[in-house]
């Protein structure tokens, strides 16, 4: 069983290095912007509170006393909902990327990490910087900005407490969204192991810069 779990982590890493050495030879600058699981636990925790407490904030500013009572909330219907969001926020990721890859879905891997107990989404193909980001940034926008938007048409806290809740599971995206604020140009791969990536840029625009 474990010799398998390696062979699996082994090929996705030949096809990352193979990947990243046949960009270097076309005389990229590669650039490593990964996370350790400590630091994506502790570091990134604070980035979602801003966008917690605006969407909370917004929906009882639009509700006030309409809004349900946390007391009342259907708790098995929240619990279905938040655990089913957790495999769509990765299939989210693979479709999103997936659109601005040569391949399509057959670039997309999905898998389970036991360490983590989380599902994870990767993406092996060279993406533009624009697109890699839009894909990071799509789960959260998609499940927490549209459960948001549905609890200020319906005064229903099981929805404000979904979107504040994928938008604090989306905590590792946040933070590769924030190492990859500043990069706008070049080629992106995802890393197969740690949250993160990689960033390749022409080695001429590095010394013109």
């Known amino acids: 069983m474990e010799t398998k779990k390696r062979s699996k982590k082994e ?3 030949e096809v990352f290095d193979a990947l990243c050495q046949e960009i270097q030879e076309k005389k990229y600058h590669k650039k490593d912007i990964t996370f350790s699981a400590k ?11 801003p966008f917690i407490v605006l969407v909370v904030v917004g929906y009882f500013w639009r509700w006030g006393a309409d809004a349900t009572p946390l007391w009342e909330i259907n708790l098995f219907l929240f619990i279905s909902l938040f655990f089913l969001s957790i495999p769509i926020h990765e299939l989210i990721h693979g479709l999103a ?21 989380m599902p994870y989404c990767h993406c ?9 980001k839009i ?8 499940l927490g900005g549209g459960y948001f938007l549905l609890s200020l048409l319906y005064p229903n806290t099981e929805l404000i407490l979904l979107s504040a809740f994928n938008i604090f599971m989306a905590v590792g995206d946040f933070l590769i969204f924030w190492g990859a604020r500043s990069i706008h140009e ?4 995802d890393h197969p192991e740690l949250p993160g990536f990689v960033v390749f840029t022409k080695e001429t625009n590095k010394q013109e810069s």
């Open 11 to 13: 090929k996705k890493y």
């Open 39 to 49: 630091e994506a636990s502790t570091q990134g925790m604070l980035l979602p509170v």
């Open 97 to 117: 990327w997936s659109y601005y890859t040569k391949n399509k879905m057959k670039s997309i891997t999905f898998g389970f990490n036991v360490k983590e107990l």
């Open 124 to 132: 092996k193909e060279a993406l533009e910087a624009k697109a890699y």
């Open 135 to 142: 894909g990071v940034l799509a789960p959260v926008t998609v």
């Open 186 to 189: 070049g080629l992106v791969i």
